[in-house]
């Protein structure tokens, strides 16, 4: 619990070391209650999902994410949305600190992502807020997307923007090496998956052979990734996911490079901040 609520007043000061007196001391007590009662409510199946044999964990939460798209969407947007929460889901939870792994995180000191499930909400309530943020999301571009077509018309981008793209490459190249090692071995044989065209495959070799050696066939999907790496295909997905997210952040062009270069369903188009 106190590692949670450490992560909580983190989050809520946007600070590792946040200056405890701007909290009050009735607010500190009821997060410390809330997350307590939702860690034993919630804990164990939060380490259930991280295990290797959470196959039926993961299938009854997409069923419960798709209730609840289901119930705001049509049932065929439903399913896309239901799946897209469930990725955002496994990303921030295998990136983030398990209730098994909290007492040792609090020794060694309070840290995670910005966007880590720190229990002060139970469970189900957090996981549907992700599918209702996701839909709204989609209507906010639903929105803008007729402006934003007709600004792009207007200064007709095409192939200028994909030169731009492909200038960058060796930048992107440089940044998935500085990646964490689990996201960028996902990533990088992500990028050698058989679906991926042949000379992009073999242009990423010249650039980085470091990152590309040409032993072993190209894999075909996440559960052949999953399998090299001695993982899960959800553990692939999330980390790909994170790793994606992460680029984007830094540099818009190279999120439209992965969008190139990983056509496959399993990674959609990124929505970087300020694009449609």
């Known amino acids: 619990m106190l590692f949670y609520l450490a992560r909580w007043c983190q989050k809520k000061a946007r600070s590792l070391e946040p200056d405890l007196a701007s909290f009050d001391d009735a607010t500190l007590q009821d997060t410390a209650e809330s997350i307590a009662r939702h860690l034993a409510d919630d804990g164990a199946r939060v380490d259930r999902l991280l295990t290797n044999d959470s196959s039926q964990e993961w299938t009854d939460l997409r069923r419960q994410l798709f209730a609840s798209a289901c119930s705001r969407v049509p049932e065929a947007a439903a399913y896309e949305v239901a799946e897209e929460a469930l990725s955002k889901i496994a990303e921030v939870l295998i990136v983030g600190t398990p209730p098994s792994q909290a007492t040792a995180g609090l020794a060694a000191g309070p840290d995670g992502p910005t966007n880590e ?7 189900s309530l957090w996981a549907r807020k992700i599918v209702v943020n996701l839909i709204k999301d989609e209507w906010r571009r639903e929105a803008r997307r007729p402006a934003v077509v007709e600004a792009r018309k207007a200064s007709d981008p095409g192939r200028e923007l994909v030169e731009s793209a492909r200038a960058a490459l060796p930048e ?7 990646l964490p090692p689990k996201q960028r071995e996902v990533l990088i044989l992500s990028l050698e998956r058989r679906d991926l065209d042949a000379a992009v495959r073999a242009r990423l070799r010249r650039l980085a052979p470091d990152l590309f050696p040409t032993a072993g066939p190209p894999v075909s999907t996440d559960a052949d990734i999953a399998e090299r790496l001695g993982s899960i295909p959800r553990r692939v997905t999330a980390n790909r996911s994170a790793a994606r997210r992460k680029l984007a952040r830094r540099n818009a062009t190279w999120a439209l490079l992965l969008d190139l270069m990983l056509p496959h369903r399993s990674t959609r188009p990124l929505h970087v901040e300020g694009e449609a």
């Open 117 to 123: 499930y720190v229990f002060d909400s139970p469970f």
């Open 172 to 178: 992107l190249l440089q940044a998935i090496r500085e």
